[in-house]
Structures are given as C-alpha cells and as structure tokens.
Nanobody, 121 residues
C-alpha cells in the first residue's frame, strides 16, 4: 500500500535549476531513510542523495555543492533541489525509501515510477 510519486522533472539549460518532489502515501517518519537515485541511458542506477530519519544527508561526489535533499514530514514529501545543472545530470530520477527492518510487513526498498530530467543547450 506504500506509494511514492515523483514530480518536478523537465528540460532545462545548463546552469539552470529544478526541484523534484517525492510524495509518499504513508508517514515518511516510518522510513529509516529516503533517497534519490538516477539512471542515465546506458548506465546503471546510481545514488544521488540520501537523507536519514534523523536528518543526516549523503551525496554523490558529482552533485555535492549543487544538489540539496530535504524532507517535510508534515507533508510526507521529500525534495531534491538541483542547481547549476550540467548535461551529465540528464537521467531518470527515482525516489527510494527504506522500510523498517524490524517490521516484517515492510519492504526493504520502495520505489517511485521516476521523473525525467534533461539538461541541454
């Protein structure tokens, strides 16, 4: 019954900005962590940014200083603010959430359907 829905993707020029949103159908405080992954054509899915239940964040080296992950627990939504976008940021971005390992009914990973980001002149 857990659903994750991404939005906010689109096409921008290099140097532009986008803000992605991931809306969850359940309280996100129950997830031990949430994160953003991306998959470019011909490449494997890679971690972009993660945020723990306690608010600690982790970023891929390629996006440090440009991307910021945050969440609004009251709105059950996670965000990814992307600034100074580069052509190499072009990919489908996926929302991910980790269920609680000690709760048998919860899955280890939940995934959204993805939202496409294209950065080109």
């Amino acid at each position: 019954q857990v659903q994750l829905v991404e939005s906010g993707g689109g096409s921008v020029q290099p140097g532009g900005s986008l803000r992605l949103s991931c809306a969850a159908s359940v309280s996100i405080v129950r997830f031990i962590a949430m994160g953003w992954y991306r998959q470019a054509p011909g490449k494997q899915r890679e971690l972009v940014a993660r945020i723990s239940n306690g608010g600690d964040t982790n970023y891929a080296d390629s996006v440090k200083g440009r991307f910021t992950v945050s969440r609004d627990n009251a709105k059950n939504t996670m965000f990814l603010q992307m600034n100074s976008l580069k052509p190499e940021d072009t990919a489908v971005y996926y929302c991910n959430a980790n269920g609680r390992p000690w709760v048998a009914s919860e899955e280890r990973d939940y995934w959204g359907q993805g939202t496409e980001v294209t950065v080109s002149p």
